[in-house]
């Protein structure tokens, strides 16, 4: 334990001495300014985490490798070290600069930290990178039931991509970024995920028709391996389920991974539909909850920030 603990000290050591060098004469940038709020982890998962954080870390010191670097910065992320792991991808590009997937994971953990405009820059970059490439399997940090991988770096970068101008309120380019990743979505899981932000898209953007011949061409009758809520809110979108069955699955519980997204849907299908009350009421769920980091709790805090600041300010609070 004592050698694990020295290599992360030295790398820690290594990487904070680079990024001085690197980041001199610079101002504070987004990420530094940001908010960083750590997840809610049980005592397991955390001791779980840091152990495979130790091991990358030795990694990363024997070997500073692209892989090795990635698997660290990832290993910082699930612990909620946000910032450390986007200095430490930093780094990296100092050293493997046309590395699409250092963008890919930096981008990430950017939009984690609510810095959209750094994101989409990164995600730009990475999908210059692999342009005209064969896509490769991007493997799990955290493994699903099947211990199988559902999404590519090309597809993970369209994805993030689409996210991050969605986020930022450019919906234009969120579609065509979504066009793309529909190119390289290819099994359900993936369909399923980029379908449902690429029909969100078309709702946000008034193009109703478009939304649901979209819709239209997509079966919901499919087997998945994890992104069944967003099935769920696709068969929602679709008439297939009702929004308060849905809503009955996660009524009472803000907290967990699954709710923030399902949420974050189901609020949308409100708004959608002229029911602006009962969205926002959902969206004032989402953000008092401690699913922080996910893309559900982001959007809807995005919405509250949009629609009424001055009352997500006071639901922070609480």
């Known amino acids: 334990m004592s050698d694990r603990i020295a290599d992360m000290k030295r790398l820690s050591l290594l990487f904070a001495v680079l990024l001085f060098f ?93 810095c959209f405009d750094d994101a989409i820059k990164d995600f730009e970059r990475a999908a210059a990178l692999v342009r005209g490439k064969p896509d490769e399997v991007e493997p799990d940090g955290l493994p699903n039931r099947l211990n199988t991988p559902t999404s590519t770096l090309q597809s993970n970068i369209w994805y993030h991509l689409g996210l991050a101008y969605y986020l930022k309120g450019d919906f234009k380019n969120a579609l065509r970024a979504y066009k793309e990743c529909q190119k390289v979505s290819k099994n359900n899981d993936m369909r399923t995920a980029t379908t449902y932000w690429h029909y969100m898209t078309l709702r946000r953007m008034g193009k109703k028709r478009e939304a649901e011949k979209l819709l239209r061409g997509f ?31 996660i ?63 006071e639901v922070q609070k609480l």
């Open 219 to 249: 079966s919901t009758n499919i087997e998945l391996i994890e992104n069944t809520d967003y099935l769920n809110l696709l068969k929602l979108n679709k008439g297939e389920v009702k929004a308060e069955d849905l809503l009955s699955t």
């Open 251 to 313: 009524r009472g519980d803000a907290n967990t991974l699954g709710s923030a997204s399902l949420g974050y849907g189901i609020g949308n299908y409100f708004l959608y539909n002229g029911d602006r009350e009962n969205a926002m009421t959902i969206f004032r769920k989402i953000v008092e909850g401690n699913q922080w980091a996910s893309f559900g709790y982001i959007a809807a805090e995005k919405e509250l920030a949009v629609r009424n600041p001055l009352e997500l300010l």
């Open 22 to 114: 690197v980041s001199e004469g610079r101002s504070q940038s987004c990420y530094e300014e940001a908010k960083q709020v750590e997840p809610v982890l049980s005592k397991e998962v955390r001791l779980e985490y840091s152990k495979n954080l130790e091991l990358a870390a030795r990694q990363a010191a024997e070997e500073l490798s692209a892989d090795n670097i990635i698997w660290y910065a990832r290993r910082k992320g699930y612990l909620g070290y946000y910032k450390d792991a986007i200095e430490s991808i930093t780094i990296g590009l100092e050293k493997f600069p046309d590395d699409a997937r250092l963008y890919r994971h930096r981008g990430h953990r950017f939009i984690t930290l609510r």
